[in-house]
């Protein structure tokens, strides 16, 4: 056996407890994980100590192809997430066109392929017009925005869930009558999310994609049927007061939440079943207009994982949730293979990273075609040293080590279209 790589003297973060050791990896996979003594290896990294996680698997990201890609392109998305710990994405239908039919999918797919620095997935959009469309596709998650009557309504997603199974989908819960405008109080979410519980899943599964608040999160937990709560970034570390601070830079959809309802949220942390980061660039010129009018919607995928580990460093968070909640999780959820632990046998993809190094966040150090974040001048602890993808390097330090078309597209194998 020829070991490829060796990662020692470890701290390996689980979401279940950290062990201290040595990572073997062969061909892209990890061979071993042992306490002392490992094989000899072509190159062996020294890790000394350092927080070594598996790496980040973002579920909900907005990478903007086809169509959009003035405000992200497929590269700069993914070479964001590369700089920012995660190896792991699944991209949103909401592309010019709507990700809806078999063909755009197909057309989507071909697209992107040579494209992303990480490896990657689809969602695939769930509209009234092509539920047909569904069973032909085998996407990672089925995207359903409920606060859009003109796409679906509640009467089609109850159809959709009855002609597949075993699928997720991955809702947008935002009542169509309550959510209106820049008015889109809690109500609206609870009342979808109260609605889509009371539908026959057909043995698939629901992923509410923006968990804002203790109430949406308390009607998942409450119910018994196969659904999960996600909780987005903006919703963790900002606020409603961020929209008199920012304007429409903190503008999303569902909004950003009292500063109350936030603490909660962070109270409640082992409530939460995965967290995401709804990643949704879009350019300074279209967020420097109106509030009413810009677009909903905040940049994250590089942001999202200094911002835990520096909630780490001041105790909010421990190391253990931050793998739970943004790799091990969204990875079980979406059944995405071999992603989101360091176990033997699953894909090398690492994160080592120094905790206690501390840096100020600013848009010009960022990857993102978009060009801001909502978190400037924010000073954290936790920096992203070095990120490894089936093993090769990709990100050591500030340089990008790894090439475009390196990530490759993930097969959702077990996924069943025929009832
Ligand atoms: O704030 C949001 N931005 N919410 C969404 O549902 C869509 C997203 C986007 O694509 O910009
Ligand atoms: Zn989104």
């Not at 003035?70 to 239908?93: C, N, Q, R, W």
């Not at 809690?186 to 109260?194: D, G, L, N, W």
């Not at 009018?293 to 911002?307: F, M, N, W």
Request: hydrophobic letters at 35%; proline letters at 5%.
């Amino acid at each position: 056996m020829t070991i490829n790589l060796v990662l020692k003297n470890c701290k390996i973060v689980k979401a279940d407890g950290i062990l201290e050791g040595n990572i073997a990896v062969e061909n892209g996979k990890i061979a071993d994980i042992k306490i002392a003594g490992l094989p000899e290896a072509d190159e062996i990294i020294d890790c000394k100590g350092k927080i070594v996680l598996p790496g980040m698997v973002d579920a909900h990201v907005h990478f903007r192809e086809p169509g959009l890609t003035y405000k992200e392109d497929f590269s700069t998305g993914s070479m964001s997430a590369a700089f920012g710990g995660v190896t792991t994405i699944l991209d949103m239908p909401n592309n010019k066109p709507f990700i809806d039919t078999q063909k755009k999918f197909e057309d989507k797919r071909k697209l992107v392929k040579t494209k992303s620095y990480v490896d990657y997935g689809f969602h695939f959009g769930v509209s009234s017009e092509n539920l047909e469309e569904i069973k032909k596709v085998n996407a990672f998650g089925y995207k359903v925005y409920l606060s859009d009557r003109e796409r679906i309504t509640y009467e089609d997603m109850q159809k959709a869930l009855s002609m597949v199974n075993g699928k997720v989908f991955s809702v947008h819960p935002e009542d169509p009558d309550l959510a209106k405008g820049i008015n889109r109080p809690i109500e609206a979410e609870t009342t979808a999310i109260s609605k889509v519980l009371e539908m026959n899943f057909y043995g698939n599964s629901v992923n509410f994609v923006h968990s804002t608040c203790m109430e949406a999160v308390d009607l998942v937990r409450a119910s018994s049927k196969s659904v999960t709560n996600m909780v987005d970034v903006p919703h963790l570390f900002l606020n409603s007061t961020h929209i008199e601070k920012i304007g429409a830079y903190a503008k999303m959809q569902p909004p950003l939440r009292s500063h109350e309802n936030v603490n909660e949220l962070w109270e409640n942390l082992d409530k939460i079943d995965s967290i995401g980061t709804d990643h949704a660039p879009h350019t300074i010129e279209e967020k420097e207009q109106e509030f009413e009018i810009a677009p909903p919607g905040i940049p994250g995928v590089e942001t999202a994982l200094p911002l835990l580990m520096n909630a780490a460093y001041h105790n909010r968070i421990s190391w253990e949730q931050i793998v739970k909640l943004y790799a091990t999780k969204p990875a079980e959820i979406y059944k995405i293979k071999g992603k989101g632990s360091i176990e033997i046998g699953n894909d090398a993809d690492f994160v080592i990273v120094d905790r206690k190094r501390e840096w100020t966040i600013k848009a010009e150090y960022l990857h993102s075609k978009c060009g801001w974040t909502p978190y400037e001048n924010w000073t954290v602890r936790g920096f992203v040293e070095k990120v490894f993808l089936r093993g090769n390097p990709i990100v050591d330090q500030e340089n990008l080590i790894g090439k475009k078309g390196l990530g490759r597209e993930m097969i959702n194998e077990k996924s069943n279209n025929s009832m």
